[in-house]
T-cell receptor, first 114, second 114 residues
Framework: NAGVMQNPRHLVRRRGQEARLRCSPM?????VYWYRQLPEEGLKFMVY????????ESGMPKERFSAEFPKEGPSILRIQQVVRGDSAAYFC????????????FGQGTRLTVV | TQLLEQSPQFLSIQEGENLTVYCNSS?????LQWYRQEPGEGPVLLVT?????EVKKLKRLTFQFGDARKDSSLHITAAQPGDTGLYLC??????????????FGTGTRLTVIP
């Protein structure tokens, strides 16, 4: 029973490049959440998706950030024209229901913008 | 408010000592989760508490949900170096701000010294 899989684990991008972060939820889970964690801080909610739908993107920056969860394949968090302030750990979590009661996290992608 | 305040922010103790960390809010929770996050990893769910006054035990960890469901505590007996990590509490969002999200506390970073 594979857990939530995120890749890559580490990603280095130069300022202005694009970053694509992937998340495959646990088998049977159709609810995916993305969180960002800055060093020495807690997790900040970014976006909640179900298959082919964005349910809540209230935590997403208005520009450069987008997310999708297609019918087939992993969920993608895309950051265009990265800046140094985007450097953080990005975690994906999946849940069997959309009630927000429990979530199972991946190991995260650590993005470094140089 | 959705704010979850955890205390203390940092805690360093000797192996074998007992400790308690707290999670507080001015709002009532429908449920609350505790997670532990080790360096370089994603948060791992420890427990979910639902009922006011509920107490759950996980080996040397005791979780308590306040009677009014506004606060929770985590007590560790005879701490071990393996208990070292970031302890996070989380609650589902309210209907006004997004019932399907998990909001995380600020975290308590525990270090157990051998």
């Amino acid at each position: 029973n594979a857990g939530v899989m995120q890749n890559p684990r580490h990603l280095v991008r130069r300022r202005g490049q694009e970053a694509r972060l992937r998340c495959s939820p646990m088998k049977g889970h159709s609810h995916v959440y993305w969180y960002r964690q800055l060093p020495e801080e807690g997790l900040k909610f970014m976006v909640y998706l179900q298959k082919e739908n964005i349910i809540d993107e209230s935590g997403m920056p208005k520009e450069r950030f987008s997310a999708e969860f297609p019918k087939e394949g992993p969920s993608i968090l895309r950051i265009q024209q990265v800046v140094r302030g985007d450097s953080a750990a990005y975690f994906c979590a999946s849940s069997p229901t959309g009630t927000g009661t429990e979530a199972f996290f991946g190991q995260g992608t650590r993005l470094t913008v140089v | 408010t959705q704010l979850l305040e955890q205390s203390p922010q940092f805690l360093s103790i000797q192996e074998g000592e007992n400790l308690t960390v707290y999670c507080n809010s001015s709002s009532v929770f429908s449920s609350l989760q505790w997670y532990r996050q080790e360096p370089g990893e994603g948060p791992v769910l420890l427990v979910t508490v639902v009922t006011g006054g509920e107490v759950k035990k996980l080996k040397r960890l005791t979780f308590q949900f306040g009677d009014a469901r506004k606060d929770s505590s985590l007590h560790i007996t005879a701490a071990q170096p393996g208990d070292t990590g970031l302890y996070l509490c989380a609650r589902p969002g309210s209907n006004q701000t997004g019932a399907n999200n998990l909001f995380f506390g600020t975290g308590t970073r525990l270090t157990v010294i051998p």
